[in-house]
């Protein structure tokens, strides 16, 4: 359980590292944009998209650092981890590449409305959103046939 705990810490230290990116990106929203990117229509879509990020790995911080501090919930935590229907589930579904790309995506998009261009923003918001959508129905499907299985 030491070595989980160790991953834990881990993972909440780059969540933490997501979300100051996240409040730096909101900062340079409210001080230091330019005009024509505040005036732009995609803008609200871009400050929607960073505070969701936010608060996103907001919420996973909160939910590690309670695990911490409770042996039940880091247990609880650790079995729904490693259970095999669950990780069967995941895997079927791509789930551990697609978070991590649709994450690395959005962050991209995030970055391209700021600095780049919003043709690019708009493309990799959606294909991001597009991939967590299908890996997301997988997962339901593959969740209700393995239930089904095992009423069997």
Partial sequence: MQTYRLTIKKRTAWLTALLLTCIAFGMY??????????ESPSFKFLTGLTLLVGFLALRLIMRYKKALENETALKRLYLNETDERQAYIRSRSGQPLIIYTSG?????????GHFLDVATMKALAVAAFAQMTISVMVSIYHTNRTTQEDED
């Fill in 104 to 112: 690395a995506m959005l962050l991209a998009a995030i970055f391209a």
């Fill in 29 to 38: 929203d409210a001080f230091l944009a330019a005009q024509t990117l505040k």
